[in-house]
């Protein structure tokens, strides 16, 4: 989604908003009213702000090196405890459903081994 540039009529502040492009006029409000689309010089965002890796330690700096570390290191970005709770949740959730559909399908392998007189014992 791109970041706009709005500006109040009334006040003079301005403020920046993602929008999709058919929402683009849809601007904040400040002073009641809507902020209207502003066209300023392209917006550069800056770098990220260096920092220590949680993981080993070293010195990460700016978008590429976090990738790079995140990569490494085998890490993802943290998304906050819910969503951590979540994605640990979904995973679980997975892993039963895959061993429930090994053990499945392992039993009708082991039925369709047997004679018709032991699957007769079973029934
Ligand atoms: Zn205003």
Do not use: R, T
């Given at each position: 989604m791109p970041l706009y540039a709005?500006?109040?009529a009334a006040c003079g502040n301005e403020d920046d908003a993602f929008r999709t492009v058919e929402q683009r006029h849809d601007g904040p409000f400040c002073c009641g009213e809507r902020m209207s689309l502003e066209i300023r010089p392209s917006?550069?965002?800056?770098?990220?702000?260096?920092?220590?890796?949680?993981?080993?330690?070293?010195?990460?700096e700016g978008r590429t090196a976090r990738r790079d570390d995140l990569a490494r290191t085998h890490s993802r970005p943290w998304e906050g405890?819910?969503?951590e709770k979540r994605e640990a949740d979904r995973q679980r959730k997975y892993a039963e459903d895959k061993s429930e559909k090994r053990l499945d399908e392992a039993a009708r392998r082991a039925y369709h081994q047997l004679s018709p007189a032991q699957r007769r014992t079973l029934e």
């Open positions: 709005y500006g109040c917006y550069v965002q800056g770098d990220l702000q260096g920092y220590v890796s949680p993981v080993n330690g070293k010195w990460v405890m819910e969503n």
